[in-house]
Each structure stands twice: as C-alpha cells, then as structure tokens.
C-alpha cells in the first residue's frame, strides 16, 4: 500500500461546482508537491511545499488553489474549472533536505473528469 | 535547461524476454541526480533507483538493473526475464541544481509483457 493517500480516487465536477482534492502523508516529510498527469504524458509539476509554505508556483491557473493546514496535510481546491483540466492529479511527498537524491514518494492519485 | 528523452513510446515483448528501456538526458550541470519511477495501472508512481552523477557504477537489483554512463549521457534500464508484473510505464527522471524541488520527468515508455 502507498504511503501517500490521496482522496477521493474519482471525481466528476462541472464548471461551476467547487471540489477539493486531499493528499495525506504520515512519513514525517516536510516536503509535499501536486503534480497533473494528462494521459499518456508525464506529470507535471503544479505546486511544492515546503514545511507548509508555498515555495513554488509553476504559474499554474487561480482555479486551482492549493492548501497545507499542517505538515501531513495537503488540499487542492478546485473552482471554475474547465475540461481541459481533467486529467490524473497525483500528490507527492518527500524529505526536506537539500539533498537532491532524496526520492519522491506518490499517491495513487484522482482521476478528475470536468464536463 | 534540463531534458530527458525517452524513444521509446511503447514496447511489447513476450514474457522471460529481456528488454532495455533508454533514457537519455540533457543539463549543464555537474551535479545532477537521476531516477527512475515504475507507473502501474494503479496511478500511482513507484520509486525504483536514484544515481548522482559522480556514481557511474552500475547497478543490479534482482531482475533490473541499471546502465549509467556520462560520456553518452546515458541511464539506460533493463529487466531480465521480463513478467506480466513488470506491465507499466516507466519514467526516467532528472534533478539538478536549477530547483532542487524539481524533478525532469521523461516522456514515459510503456511496456506490455505478454504471457
């Protein structure tokens, strides 16, 4: 079993609802990502935490606000989407060091579907 | 810039077979970090092996094993007598030193073992 659970595993919105995607981790990690995964390509990187502040931002759309209440924890609210943002949102979490070899550990992550 | 190039889209082999999935990067970097995560139909990514680029040795887990080498930029995999569990796509990845959060994901190859 993965040690990253990311809930739920499906989701089907429309443009107009609000949903959020949570991802939770009990490894003791600092670090924690939201990645989006169309199909048949490689995720992509969203957002990164680091000790529940937000320290990178690739310039992603304010429909997607993420969120780290405390250092297990990380939100991805959704607003207003539209349907090219359905795809495969993985969370990630990693060890805070500066130590580049330290490995990603990923959730299963939710499949969302905006029609 | 950093890139990673995998050729291959999608490879089909016949089970016990051997296959090698080829990863090629690109940074200006001296010290990087390379991986490769394992994607089964499940979502989620699994962590396989990491390498820095002062270890050129190679390296053998069980049936995998890994060929690195800098001159041809080069961090090749391959699976010995492949299984229908080996089934995924797997991705080849690179980190250096221009975000050490951030991770270069290849393309992906997907690999389908037939019993």
């Not at chain 1, 990253?4 to 499906?10: A, D, E, I, L, M």
């Not at chain 1, 130590?99 to 579907?113: A, I, P, V």
């Not at chain 2, 995998?6 to 970090?33: F, G, M, W």
Request: aromatic content about 12%; charged content about 20%.
């Amino acid at each position: 079993d993965t040690e990253v659970t990311q809930t739920p595993k499906h989701l089907v919105m429309g443009m107009t609802n609000k949903k959020s995607l949570k991802c939770e981790q009990h490894m003791g990690h600092r670090a924690m990502y939201w990645y989006k995964q169309k199909a048949k390509k490689p995720p992509e990187l969203m957002f990164v935490y680091s000790y529940e502040k937000l320290s990178i931002n690739e310039s992603v759309p304010s429909r997607f606000s993420p969120e780290c209440p405390n250092s297990s924890l990380l939100n991805l609210h959704l607003h207003a989407l539209q349907p090219e943002d359905s795809a495969l949102y993985l969370c990630a979490s990693s060890q805070e060091t500066t130590d580049r070899n330290e490995k990603l550990f990923f959730g299963s992550g939710t499949q969302l579907s905006v029609l | 810039a950093q890139k990673v190039t995998q050729a291959q889209t999608e490879i089909s082999v016949v089970e016990k077979e051997d296959v090698t999935l080829d990863c090629v990067y690109e940074t200006r970097d001296t010290t990087y970090y390379l991986f490769w995560y394992k994607q089964p139909p499940s979502g989620e990514l699994v962590f396989l092996i990491r390498r820095n680029s002062f270890d050129e040795q190679n390296e053998i887990s069980g049936r995998y094993s890994w060929n690195f080498q800098k001159s041809t930029s080069s961090f090749n995999f391959t699976i010995t007598a492949s299984q229908v569990v080996d089934s995924a796509v797997y991705f080849c990845a690179l980190r250096d030193s221009g975000g050490y959060q951030k991770v270069t994901f290849g393309t992906g190859t997907k690999l389908q073992v037939i019993p």
